[in-house]
C-alpha cells in the first residue's frame, strides 16, 4: 500500500476538525480552518463553547501530527489545500488562488532577480489566504525577508495570518482596500496576481493616472501604479496579468504609465491549459522601477512556458533563464 504521505496526514486532520469546527460554532468551512489552524498554532483547543465529545474527537485528531516535524513548504500546502476548499464553498468570485506550480516558478524568479541580495521586503497588495506570498518565502529562505500583504476581506486575512504562523514566517498583514493610502514604506520586490475587473470606488480611483476617463476603472491596472508607487527605485515588480493585457481598453495608457516609471525585464506566458479558457489565461509580467543605474535588458526575457509536469521542457526553460541572466545581469542592482 502506498504510503501516506506527510501533506496528506495534515491535510486530513485540518480538513476532519474543520469540519467538526463547522458543525459546532455554525460557521463556514473557510472559517473553521482558520480556527483549526490556530488551534494547531497555540497547541491548544481555544474554542470554549464546544462540546466535550467535540473538544476529544478534536484532540485525538490533532494528535495524529507533530508539527515540528513538518517542513514550511508541506504545511503550507496542506493548510491551502483546506482553504482551496474553503473558497471553492464560499464561491468567492475575486479570490481564485494561484495555482501552486505558478506560485513555485514566481518564487524561483524572485530568487533568481534578487542573487546575492541577503536581505530584502517584499509585499503582496492582493495577498489573499497568503498562498503566493508564503510560497515565495519558502523559496528564498537563505535571505532576511520582511514581508507585507494585504487584503481587503477579511476572513481571507485571518486565513494568511494563521497560514504564516503556522510556517513561522513573520508577515505584516492588514486588513484594507490596497487602492486607499497604505501604511507601509516602499519595497524591493513586489509580487502579486492581480485581481482582474472593474474598480467600484470612482472616488478612490480618481487619485490615479490609469483611472478610466469615463465609467469605472480597471482594477489590475490601478493595482499596477499602487505598486509602483510603493516600489524603491531599482526595486521589482512580479504580476500575474491577462494575457489581454495590451490589447483591451487603456492598453496605450498602461504602455505610457510603464514606459515612464519602469523598464520591462521579462514577459513569461503561462500554458493555456491551467485556466478554464483561454479568456482567462494569464502571463508572468516582471518590470524594474526606474531608479539610478537601472537600464532596460538588451532583450527582454520572454516565453511561452510549456505545461509545469513536462520535465524535459521546463529544464530547456530553465537553462534559457540562466543563459539570459549571465547576459543581462550587470544591469541589475546588487
Given at each position: 500500500?502506498?504510503?501516506i504521505s506527510?501533506v496528506?496526514?495534515l ?8 469540519v ?8 463556514t ?15 491548544t ?9 467535540s ?5 485525538k485528531e490533532y494528535?495524529?501530527i ?13 493548510y ?5 476548499k ?9 479570490h481564485?488562488?494561484?495555482?501552486d ?6 518564487g524561483?524568479?524572485?530568487?533568481k532577480?534578487?542573487?546575492?541580495w ?10 489573499g ?6 510560497t515565495?518565502l519558502n523559496?528564498?529562505q ?8 494585504i487584503d ?12 504564516a ?7 505584516q ?8 493610502p497604505l ?28 483611472r478610466?476617463?469615463?465609467?469605472h476603472?480597471?482594477?489590475h491596472?490601478?493595482f499596477?501604479?499602487?505598486?509602483l ?7 521589482y ?27 520591462i525585464?521579462?514577459m513569461l506566458?503561462?500554458?493555456?491549459s491551467?485556466?478554464?479558457?483561454e ?5 508572468i ?6 531608479g ?18 513536462n ?6 526553460i ?8 549571465k547576459?543581462?545581469?550587470h544591469?541589475?542592482?546588487?
Amino acid at each position: 500500500m502506498a504510503q501516506i504521505s506527510t501533506v496528506e496526514k495534515l491535510f486530513t486532520v485540518i480538513d476532519n476538525t474543520a469540519v467538526v469546527l463547522k458543525e459546532e460554532l455554525s460557521c463556514t468551512y473557510l472559517e473553521a480552518v482558520a480556527e483549526t489552524g490556530e488551534n494547531l498554532f497555540q497547541n491548544t483547543i481555544l474554542q470554549e463553547e464546544l462540546s466535550e465529545i467535540s473538544k476529544k474527537r478534536l484532540e485525538k485528531e490533532y494528535s495524529h501530527i507533530q508539527l515540528k516535524q513538518c517542513t514550511a513548504e508541506e504545511i503550507r500546502k496542506a493548510y491551502q489545500l483546506a482553504a482551496l476548499k474553503g473558497m471553492k464553498e464560499a464561491t468567492q468570485p475575486n479570490h481564485e488562488m494561484t495555482p501552486d506550480a505558478v506560485s513555485i516558478f514566481l518564487g524561483y524568479l524572485v530568487s533568481k532577480f534578487t542573487e546575492g541580495w541577503k536581505e530584502f521586503s517584499i509585499f503582496d497588495p492582493a495577498v489573499g489566504t497568503g498562498n503566493l506570498l508564503t510560497t515565495v518565502l519558502n523559496q528564498n529562505q537563505s535571505k532576511d525577508i520582511e514581508a507585507y500583504g494585504i487584503d481587503v476581506d477579511d476572513l481571507l486575512v485571518k486565513v494568511a495570518y494563521v497560514s504564516a504562523n503556522l510556517q513561522q514566517h513573520s508577515i505584516q498583514l492588514f486588513n484594507q482596500d490596497s487602492l486607499g493610502p497604505l501604511y507601509i514604506d516602499p519595497v524591493d520586490v513586489v509580487v502579486c496576481d492581480l485581481p482582474v475587473g472593474y474598480y467600484p470606488n470612482d472616488v478612490g480611483a480618481a487619485n490615479f493616472e490609469l483611472r478610466a476617463k469615463e465609467g469605472h476603472s480597471y482594477a489590475h491596472h490601478l493595482f499596477i501604479e499602487q505598486s509602483l508607487k510603493y516600489t524603491k527605485a531599482g526595486g521589482y515588480l512580479f504580476f500575474l496579468v491577462p494575457n489581454h493585457l495590451f490589447t483591451s481598453d487603456y492598453a496605450k495608457e498602461l504602455n505610457g504609465f510603464l514606459k515612464e516609471h519602469s523598464v520591462i525585464q521579462g514577459m513569461l506566458q503561462l500554458p493555456l491549459s491551467l485556466f478554464k479558457n483561454e479568456r482567462s489565461a494569464k502571463s508572468i509580467f516582471i518590470i524594474q522601477k526606474k531608479g539610478t543605474g537601472v537600464e532596460a535588458p538588451k532583450q527582454a526575457l520572454l516565453a511561452n512556458l510549456p505545461k509545469f509536469s513536462n520535465q524535459a521542457a521546463m529544464s530547456g526553460i530553465i537553462q534559457q533563464i540562466d543563459e539570459w541572466f549571465k547576459q543581462e545581469k550587470h544591469g541589475m542592482k546588487q
